[in-house]
């Protein structure tokens, strides 16, 4: 059966977790076409979706930078906060999911920034597949959620991975 998403969403994430993905893939509305939203959308689609042309035409060097997170971050204020954190979330899931390392990398990074700007730590991998497995979320699954412990490890382990990604490309040049 042909899918608009790519293999990866099917194969490495839960069904809420690809519900989660394509919850992101709508820009946020009354916003201009330039907005620093639309180029983490745009990239968002770039990853999750197949591009029905068959070329790279409509993605053409879509890269998901931690600039326009930054600018997007500066004045998260005006979004509405329920489409941010579908931005947000799905920044996480690409960030964990992803086959490729380096974009992992900057989705991570980006989900950092995003958790940042929002006063909240990010999850760990475990939180997420816990908080998003395919069933219910009961209460002895809120439990174990707490049991998994302090994410400021989680933190730190990203940090480390963009320093040694950016240190290895001789530093970020945007």
Same mark, same amino acid.
């Given at each position: 059966?042909?899918?608009?998403?790519?293999?990866? $969403? /099917?194969? @490495?994430?839960?069904?809420?977790?690809?519900? +989660? !993905?394509?919850?992101?893939?709508?820009?946020?509305?009354?916003? %201009?076409?330039?907005?620093?939203?639309?180029?983490?959308?745009?990239?968002?689609?770039?990853?999750?979706?197949?591009?029905?042309?068959?070329?790279?035409?409509?993605?053409?060097?879509?890269?998901?930078?931690?600039?326009?997170?930054?600018?997007?971050?500066?004045?998260?204020?005006?979004?509405?906060?329920?489409?941010?954190?579908?931005?947000?979330?799905?920044?996480?899931? $690409? /960030?964990? @999911?992803?086959?490729?390392?380096?974009?992992? +990398? !900057?989705?991570?990074?980006?989900?950092?920034?995003?958790?940042? %700007?929002?006063?909240?730590?990010?999850?760990?991998?475990?939180?997420?597949?816990?908080?998003?497995?395919?069933?219910?979320?009961?209460?002895?699954?809120?439990?174990?959620?707490?049991?998994?412990?302090?994410?400021?490890?989680?933190?730190?382990?990203?940090?480390?991975?963009?320093?040694?990604?950016?240190?290895?490309?001789?530093?970020?040049?945007?």
């Amino acid at each position: 059966m042909t899918t608009v998403v790519q293999p990866w $969403v /099917g194969a @490495r994430c839960t069904l809420k977790q690809q519900t +989660v !993905l394509l919850c992101a893939l709508r820009g946020c509305d009354g916003v %201009a076409k330039e907005d620093p939203s639309k180029r983490i959308t745009r990239h968002i689609r770039h990853v999750v979706l197949v591009n029905a042309e068959g070329d790279e035409s409509l993605f053409h060097g879509c890269m998901v930078r931690p600039d326009w997170v930054e600018e997007f971050c500066s004045d998260i204020d005006h979004y509405p906060i329920h489409w941010v954190c579908h931005v947000m979330h799905a920044a996480e899931i $690409v /960030g964990y @999911r992803y086959p490729d390392y380096d974009t992992r +990398v !900057l989705w991570l990074q980006s989900y950092r920034l995003f958790c940042g %700007a929002l006063h909240t730590l990010p999850e760990s991998e475990a939180h997420l597949d816990l908080r998003l497995a395919d069933r219910d979320y009961t209460e002895e699954d809120r439990r174990a959620y707490d049991r998994l412990g302090d994410v400021a490890p989680v933190v730190e382990t990203v940090e480390k991975i963009v320093r040694v990604v950016e240190h290895a490309r001789g530093g970020y040049s945007g």
